[in-house]
């Protein structure tokens, strides 16, 4: 249609208007392609200041100061009985090794306040680490060994420096001895900054120098693996029976719309039916991966729904066509044909959906995974906690060691999510079929 404004003018005139209303449209698209470029520029930068806040906490909490000790092991001191079993050695008086070697360190302090600020310098874990050195080497009973010890959670801050000696001794949390010892051990070269083996190989601990995340991790790991068995074949099995079986009718449109409305339901109410549900209505106890699994399975049932019934609309209808014309079945149809086609698809969902389950807190609250629990747990329905609920009870403890143990449990749970997603993506690309 001819533009009325350029109706009675010249070519030229026409031409230079038009070349106006050109320059203006591409002036236009060039400030909405900036605003879109500076959009995408803020939110880089603020993931930035994000991962390097994170990273700048973090990084120092897969670290910790040890204090190197030679310790006797001495038979009728460790193991009275001299069964060497757990029952034994626990008779045994592990605490006086360690306290005997950090004072012979020391150069053997006298007086009561002199041998318990001496005390306060090593964790309180010390003796179960060395009798589970003496379990594993039985070898070394009646020998001298040199051992490495986790120092308190206040002196490694002051090592740290942030814990200033210019302080009065009343305004700060370790004693004027206690930071001579730490000089009299420096000097002897007997503390190191190492990568601490308690943060991946501890469980839950109110001192910080021992808390880890191995238990939270396993609880993880026993909670989705509930949590895929239960809701991959579901998820798959409603895809396909919506997508290819079932009568498009009114029942099945409202199915369908309240499949849609589950995934932005707030995981919170997941956990809330699940307390409702399998603790109260079936007796089901609190804090165990089984319960928290079956909670994630149905909050991630909607997610693979909606992700399998696309990838499954994906395959082209020619291919079920010609499966048809050379007398498949309905169902030799779907398992041998479509299925395979949008199956990468569907593991894209299906690995989405398990890394926002493995990065839910809330749900899991409501149903007591919450509680503070020390034993690594060794199936599905014993107690335990999941990786994000324990960082989650990290960031409320008060210790300066914790902010960097939380920090640094944050950055292993989005290395798990990255790889998760990554996955995804490798799959994806791996598996895909163009036609």
């Not at 994000?50 to 030679?70: C, D, M, N, R, W």
């Not at 070697?101 to 306040?113: M, T, V």
């Not at 409305?261 to 106890?285: K, R, T, W």
């Amino acid at each position: 249609m001819t533009d009325q404004s350029t109706k009675n003018l010249s070519p030229r005139q026409a031409s230079e208007r038009v070349a106006l209303t050109i320059k203006a449209r591409k002036r236009k698209e060039s400030q909405f392609l900036f605003i879109g470029q500076s959009a995408v520029a803020v939110a880089i930068g603020f993931l930035i200041l994000l991962f390097a806040g994170i990273l700048s906490k973090g990084i120092p909490g897969f670290f910790q100061h040890y204090v190197t000790l030679e310790v006797q092991l001495d038979a009728a001191k460790l193991d009275p009985t001299g069964q060497m079993t757990i029952e034994s050695l626990s008779q045994g008086d592990f605490d006086g090794a360690v306290r005997d070697s950090l004072y012979l360190a020391l150069g053997n302090p006298e007086g009561r306040k002199a041998k318990r600020d001496a005390r306060k310098l090593i964790s309180s874990g010390s003796s179960q680490r060395l009798m589970t050195y003496v379990l594993n080497h039985p070898q070394q009973m009646g020998s001298t060994v040199a051992m490495k010890f986790a120092v308190d959670d206040d002196v490694d801050s002051f090592l740290r420096g942030f814990i200033s000696r210019e302080t009065s001794e009343a305004d700060r949390r370790i004693s004027d001895l206690q930071i001579s010892y730490i000089d009299i051990l420096d000097a002897q070269n007997r503390l190191s900054y190492e990568i601490s083996d308690y943060l991946f190989f501890g469980s839950a601990s109110r001192d910080a120098e021992m808390a880890g995340i191995f238990g939270a991790l396993i609880g993880s790991l026993f909670t989705l693996l509930v949590c895929i068995i239960l809701a991959f074949p579901l998820g798959v099995g409603t895809a396909v029976y919506l997508e290819e079986m079932a009568p498009k009718n009114r029942l099945t449109e409202i199915i369908e719309i309240n499949i849609n409305n589950l995934a932005a339901v707030p995981s919170v109410v997941y956990g809330i039916m699940g307390l409702a549900i399998f603790i109260s209505v079936f007796g089901m106890p609190r804090s165990i991966p089984l319960v928290g699994g079956i909670v994630l399975a149905l909050m991630t049932l909607p997610t693979i729904i909606i992700s399998s019934r696309a990838a499954i609309r994906a395959v082209p209808p020619s291919i079920r066509d010609a499966a048809l014309g050379i007398g498949a079945s309905k169902i030799q149809t779907i398992v041998h044909h479509v299925l395979p086609l949008a199956m990468p698809g569907i593991l894209t969902g299906t690995i989405i959906g398990m890394a926002q389950a493995l990065g839910e807190t809330a749900p899991l609250l409501m149903i007591g995974m919450v509680a503070f629990i020390v034993d690594v747990p060794t199936g599905v329905t014993d107690p335990g906690t999941v990786l994000p609920v324990q960082i989650f009870m990290w960031a409320d403890f008060a210790e300066r060691m914790f902010v960097q143990k939380t920090s640094a449990a944050i950055i292993i749970l989005l290395a798990f999510l990255v790889s998760m997603n990554g996955a995804a993506i490798f799959l994806r690309k791996k598996l895909e079929r163009r036609w």
